[in-house]
């Protein structure tokens, strides 16, 4: 079992709509998670951390953090064609962070 | 600007070849790391250096070695490139082991490394 899974992909939406993006993990011993966004030839930015249960927002992005179900998701609220990019998922434990494949997220204008 | 530099960008190597990935961060980081990104498989860590010093193997090191030259800089070598290290490599670093929780990582430009 890999230790960070997310929902390959890839996803299209329409512009305006909400993206949503799942990320499950295995280790019960994670603290904090991670949302990247990796556009294409360049490296990861990142957009959104969260270590409590629940929701968090940020602008356009809500991260939600279920450690009981040990998932981690993003949603992307009125999706612009700028959005188009891949979204990795992050688990940090001790001193590294462990990554998923990443989801691929096309918005179609 | 301050962040994590990389060179060289891009590279060609012939199997056998050998070369060093440099990363210097200016960022006052006490952790610093160096990830392979193949697609289909995301980012796995190669090695890693907690602090000035110290170095130890990450997920997927064979092939590699790695010098933590100063707090500054943590290099990457590939003493006999082989095809299967065609990737694109990032070095990252990070406040420290337990800043890591709240801020993650920053992340170089990434070197393309092609191994023919």
């Known amino acids: 079992q890999k230790e960070v899974e997310q929902n390959s992909g890839p996803l299209s939406v329409p512009e305006g709509a909400i993206a949503s993006l799942n990320c499950t993990y295995s280790?019960?011993?994670?603290?904090?998670f991670f949302w990247y966004r990796q556009y294409s030839g360049k490296s990861p930015e990142l957009i959104m951390f969260?270590?409590?249960?629940g929701d968090k927002e940020d602008g356009r992005f809500t991260a939600q953090l279920n450690k009981a179900s040990q998932y981690v998701s993003l949603l992307i609220r009125d999706s612009q064609p700028s959005d188009s990019a891949t979204y990795l998922c992050?688990?940090?434990?001790?001193?590294?962070?462990?990554f998923g494949a990443g989801t691929t997220v096309t918005v179609r204008a | 600007n301050a962040g994590v530099t990389q060179t060289p960008k891009f590279q060609v190597l012939k199997t056998g070849q050998s070369m060093t990935l440099q990363c210097a961060q200016d960022?006052?980081?006490?952790?610093m790391y160096w990830y392979r990104q193949d697609p289909g498989m995301g980012l796995r860590l190669i090695y890693y250096?907690?602090?000035?010093?110290?170095?130890d193997k990450g997920e997927v090191p064979n092939g590699y070695n790695v010098s933590r030259l100063n707090k500054r800089e943590f290099s990457l070598r590939l003493e006999s490139a082989a095809p299967s290290q065609t990737s694109v490599y990032f070095c990252?670093?990070?406040?420290?082991?337990?800043?890591?929780?709240?801020?993650?990582?920053?992340f170089g430009s990434g070197t393309r490394l092609t191994v023919v």
């Open positions: 990252a670093s990070s406040e420290s082991s337990t800043g890591i929780r709240r801020y993650g990582y920053t």
């Open positions: 280790d019960r011993g994670s603290q904090s």
């Open positions: 969260i270590y409590s249960n």
């Open positions: 992050a688990v940090n434990n001790d001193y590294k962070l462990s």
């Open positions: 960022m006052n980081h006490n952790s």
């Open positions: 250096s907690a602090s000035e010093g110290t170095t």
